[in-house]
């Protein structure tokens, strides 16, 4: 199951209680105040790690709460502290803020007609980036900060301040060098499976990619790429048909877009407006991401009637970059492959 955006609930660990007691030995009856202070709540903190590439945990246990401090002690003994949590997001994570208070509130408001206010937070892209969502509260002081000249024996405490609790929503964007965009059974699984070592599963029918799947191109003299065959779009997917936002968000973090087309026109669609429609819905989904460099990949040349139709679509389209290739056969493969290492290679 794969899962790329979830809602969470966040808590960090109150701080503990300042404790009030008075020293009190053999030979010191009457000692002062020795109360201690109260530890500091945990934290709650997301960290980017590379090893993990969904959010499925968080399907399962949408919670991150951290511990409370210890109340503090005798003897001047501060409570010990609440450990920091900390959960793991993969790159490409963004972080939004809700105005709900709660899970139960989330739900509530997502499903009234006013809906709910998301905040970004932060946008987790590099291995290691830390965010803290929620600060853990600070420990009371103990009664020993009482104490002055004419207050030998103070009962005075402060209590531990309580630890930020929020609504979070985890949005993954898949990060990628190159993002293959085109309408289902146009090719992208099985040109994604020739050019690098991802095996997406294959099959002669719509919508067999049902979520991103992200290939890495080695190239001669250790350069590489990454390559994301995005789930095939339909038209009207800026508007959300055939859960294109789900789809579409995935090449928002690309270099470049690469359109693939059956330029055969074997599922009986015309290659020409396939390309229209394709740069029509990434323009109404985002105009900055219609701005991204891109070419097209005229694929199965293999098959009747593409030599044909690459002649109509190239006149059409003159100036911009087609490569003809049949993912099948192999053919235009090698000259893909150099296309993508001289233009987003890089030594990995």
Not at 81 to 104: D, L
Not at 118 to 129: A, I, K, M, N, R
Request: hydrophobic content about 30%; overall charge negative; some cysteine.
């Amino acid at each position: 199951m794969f899962i790329d955006h979830i809602r969470i609930f966040a808590k960090a660990g109150d701080g503990g209680d300042g404790h009030v007691s008075f020293r009190r030995e053999k030979f010191v009856p009457r000692g002062g105040p020795d109360g201690g202070d109260g530890g500091n709540g945990g934290h709650v903190i997301l960290k980017v790690d590379s090893s993990t590439d969904h959010l499925r945990q968080y399907h399962f246990d949408p919670k991150l709460i951290a511990p409370n401090g210890n109340p503090g002690g005798k003897h001047k003994k501060t409570g010990k502290g609440g450990k920091t949590i900390i959960g793991k997001v993969p790159p490409g994570t963004v972080v939004y803020r809700s105005n709900a208070k709660s899970m139960q509130e989330a739900v509530q408001m997502e499903r009234s007609d006013e809906g709910i206010d998301l905040e970004p937070v932060v946008d987790l892209t590099e291995e290691g980036q830390e965010f803290r969502i929620c600060e853990g509260g600070i420990g009371g002081k103990g009664n020993v900060h009482f104490k002055t000249a004419t207050h030998q024996t103070p009962t005075e405490s402060t209590p531990g301040t309580e630890g930020e609790v929020g609504v979070y929503y985890l949005e993954l964007r898949r990060i990628a060098d190159a993002g293959l965009v085109g309408f289902p059974n146009a090719g992208k699984s099985t040109l994604i499976g020739k050019l690098s070592e991802a095996k997406p599963k294959v099959a002669n029918y719509p919508f067999t990619t049902l979520q991103p799947v992200v290939g890495v191109v080695e190239f001669p003299g250790y350069r590489r790429c990454t390559l994301a065959d995005i789930p095939g779009l339909i038209e009207g997917a800026h508007e959300n048909r055939g859960l294109g936002h789900e789809f579409l968000r995935h090449i928002t973090r690309c270099r470049m877009l690469l359109f693939v087309v059956d330029i055969a026109g074997s599922e009986g669609r015309d290659p020409i407006s396939d390309l229209q429609i394709l740069r029509k819905e990434v323009k109404e989904y985002d105009e900055e991401l219609a701005n991204f460099p891109w070419m097209v990949i005229a694929n199965k040349m293999d098959v009747e009637g593409a030599e044909e139709n690459l002649k109509i679509f190239e006149q059409r389209f003159p100036k911009i970059k087609v490569l003809p290739v049949s993912a099948e056969s192999g053919e235009g493969m090698d000259d893909l492959r150099n296309y993508l290492d001289n233009e987003i290679g890089y030594r990995g």
